[in-house]
C-alpha cells in the first residue's frame, strides 16, 4: 500500500511537471504572439503618421493650386481686357488699358507676396491654409469690443514678423 501510494504520488508529481512545462510553454508562445501584435500596432501607427503628413502637404499643395488658378483666372481677364483696349486706338483708351495694367502688376505682385509669406510660414508650421482663408477665428460668445480687441492684439503680436518677412519677400517680387 506505501508502494502504491509512492507510485501514485510519484505519477501526480510528474503530471504536475508536464502541467507546469505546458503553461510555461503557453506563456512563451502568449509573449511571443504580444509581441508580434506590438510590433504591428508600431507599424500602423507609423503608416498613420506617415500618411497624415502626406494629407496636410496634399491640403497645402490644394490650396496653393487654388491661389495659382485663381492669379491666372485673373490674368487671362486682364489680357483679355488688354486686348480689348488695345484695339481701340484713342489716347484715352490707351491709358485706360495701361491703368489697368498697373492695376494688375500691382495685384499680382501683392498676391505673390502674400503667397510667399504662406509659403514660408508653411514650412515652419503645420497651417490649415483653408481655416487661415477664414480669417481671425474668435471664440463664440464674446462681445464685438473684446473681439475687436482680441484681433488688434493678434495684430500687434505679428507686426514685428510682417515687418521682417516684408523685408525678406521685397527682393523677390517682381518691380
Excluded: C, W
Amino acid at each position: 500500500m506505501v508502494t502504491d501510494l509512492g507510485a501514485r504520488q510519484r505519477a501526480l508529481e510528474e503530471e504536475l511537471v508536464r502541467a507546469a512545462n505546458e503553461r510555461d510553454a503557453q506563456r512563451v508562445a502568449a509573449e511571443r504572439k504580444a509581441q508580434e501584435v506590438e510590433a504591428q500596432a508600431a507599424e500602423l501607427q507609423r503608416k498613420e503618421a506617415e500618411l497624415q503628413g502626406k494629407e496636410a502637404e496634399l491640403r497645402r499643395k490644394k490650396a496653393t493650386i487654388a491661389m495659382l488658378s485663381t492669379t491666372l483666372t485673373e490674368r487671362d481677364a486682364a489680357l483679355a481686357e488688354q486686348e480689348a483696349a488695345l484695339s481701340g486706338s484713342s489716347v484715352a483708351s490707351r491709358l485706360r488699358s495701361l491703368g489697368g495694367r498697373v492695376a494688375e502688376h500691382i495685384k499680382s505682385t501683392f498676391r505673390l507676396g502674400v503667397q510667399r509669406a504662406l509659403a514660408m510660414a508653411s514650412t515652419h508650421y503645420d497651417m490649415d491654409l483653408e481655416r487661415v482663408l477664414l480669417g481671425y477665428i474668435i471664440a463664440s460668445g464674446i462681445g464685438a469690443d473684446a473681439a475687436s480687441a482680441a484681433m488688434d492684439d493678434a495684430d500687434a503680436a505679428i507686426e514685428e514678423f510682417a515687418t521682417v518677412l516684408a523685408r525678406k519677400l521685397e527682393d523677390d517680387i517682381p518691380p
